[in-house]
């Protein structure tokens, strides 16, 4: 299994596409524990669909054939190691790929009782929403976007990430809903 995480795939322009290792899932809502390599962590939430069949080269109207289930996730990116390594021309996997860095719902919907939904994901006071209406085309566009580079694999994860961040401290809780139903419920220690 892997872990395809697209980010800014709601804004315009070019998907960035980033992997997890399968350690990088904190599963069951367990609790999400700051590193000690960093002082400044952000969040982001976005949907995750399960690839159900091989997917290369598809093209978007049929992406929809590939996945058969969507719930919600939330990446965490260690902001200030992402910084130096860039500044020092090395890869930033060590900025996100880190152990129970990548959030993954426990309740699974189909993509057709999602309907005009809303996912909003809410940080101690701080909160992100946006509709999944909007994102039911990139959904598609993302999977197809992906398999045009990568082979996607029954059991493979596209997480597809909101283009906003919010920055989290040890004893905020993150919560996530998706047509009120709350696929994560965690808190940061």
């Known amino acids: ?43 982001g939430c976005g949907v995750v669909v399960r690839i159900t069949r091989l997917a290369k080269c598809i093209a978007p109207k049929f992406a929809s054939r590939c996945y058969d289930s969507i719930t919600t996730g939330v990446t965490f990116v260690a902001r200030d190691t992402m910084q130096q390594a860039l500044s020092e021309g090395r890869a930033c996997d060590e900025a996100y790929s880190f152990d129970r860095s990548t959030a993954i719902g426990t309740e699974w919907i189909e993509p057709s009782e999602i309907g005009e939904g809303v996912v909003e994901m809410k940080v101690g006071e701080k909160s992100q929403k946006f509709s999944v209406a909007e994102l039911k085309q990139s959904i598609d566009e993302c999977v197809s976007a992906v398999s045009q580079k990568l082979t996607l694999k029954m059991g493979d994860l596209v997480f597809i990430a909101a283009p906003t961040e919010v920055c989290v401290e040890c004893g905020e809780q993150i919560v996530v809903t998706l047509n009120n139903i709350e696929p994560l419920n965690f808190c940061i220690k």
Do not use: Q, W
């Open 1 to 43: 299994m892997k872990i395809v995480v697209l980010n800014n795939a709601l804004a315009e322009g070019t998907l960035y596409i980033t992997l997890r290792p399968d350690n990088a899932v904190l599963r069951n809502n367990d609790d999400f524990y700051l590193p000690h390599f960093s002082k400044d962590i952000v969040c």
